[in-house]
T-cell receptor
Framework: SQQGEEDPQALSIQEGENATMNCSYKTSINNLQWYRQNSGRGLVHLILIRSNEREKHSGRLRVTLDTSKKSSSLLITASRAADTASYFCATDGGGADGLTFGKGTHLIIQP | KAGVTQTPRYLIKTRGQQVTLSCSPISGHRSVSWYQQTPGQGLQFLFEYFSETQRNKGNFPGRFSGRQFSNSRSEMNVSTLELGDSALYLC?????????????FGSGTQLSVL
């Protein structure tokens, strides 16, 4: 079953603008991770935030986590054409079902 | 250091056949997990192996099986293929099963069942 649900499903912005994607989940988690996937290839890990953290930064990425609302957001600042990809949140509940991925946000950066 | 290698990259099979997919993890990684990705269901967890033992299994029928060898390489097998098994099968490796370990994914095997 899908734990994370990303919003929006698709997002198209101009190069240089900021992109924000949201993820909601249903059960308690140990951590939440964001991955990027280019054109049906493998996923690339972007950033991990633990359940006791509220915000984390990595380069142009900023992730927030609100465990009371069971939601997370990924902000990509100063977007570039190379950021065009699908972005997935994945929750780790510490159970026996591995990471649970949402269906992703497809981000298109217009040059 | 080489990344996760999956072979073959593309595969076409017919209903009723069986298929074996291979995954070589990053050197030193002992955990391998498999995911199925389809447009309708998204990414779904199949199973996870560590030190040749299956640690976790997702909600898939018994037609889906896997194994891990002593060198950490893993294979997954799907028997009696159905049209709905058409998907991108992704393998991921990590150093351990410790909480918070990030996964390194291969490029996947695109399976088409006709």
């Amino acid at each position: 079953s899908q734990q994370g649900e990303e919003d929006p499903q698709a997002l198209s912005i101009q190069e240089g603008e900021n992109a924000t994607m949201n993820c909601s989940y249903k059960t308690s988690i140990n951590n939440l991770q964001w991955y990027r996937q280019n054109s049906g290839r493998g996923l690339v890990h972007l950033i991990l935030i633990r359940s006791n953290e509220r915000e984390k930064h990595s380069g142009r990425l900023r992730v927030t986590l609100d465990t009371s609302k069971k939601s997370s957001s990924l902000l990509i600042t100063a977007s570039r054409a190379a950021d065009t990809a699908s972005y997935f949140c994945a929750t780790d509940g510490g159970g026996a079902d591995g990471l649970t991925f949402g269906k992703g946000t497809h981000l298109i950066i217009q040059p | 250091k080489a990344g996760v290698t999956q072979t073959p990259r593309y595969l076409i099979k017919t209903r009723g056949q069986q298929v074996t997919l291979s995954c070589s993890p990053i050197s030193g990684h002992r955990s391998v997990s498999w995911y199925q990705q389809t447009p309708g269901q998204g990414l779904q967890f199949l199973f996870e192996y560590f030190s040749e033992t299956q640690r976790n299994k997702g909600n898939f029928p018994g037609r889906f099986s896997g194994r891990q060898f002593s060198n950490s390489r893993s294979e997954m097998n799907v028997s009696t293929l159905e049209l709905g098994d058409s998907a991108l099968y992704l393998c991921a490796s990590s150093f351990s099963l410790r909480e918070g370990e990030k996964l390194f994914f291969g490029s996947g095997t695109q399976l088409s069942v006709l």
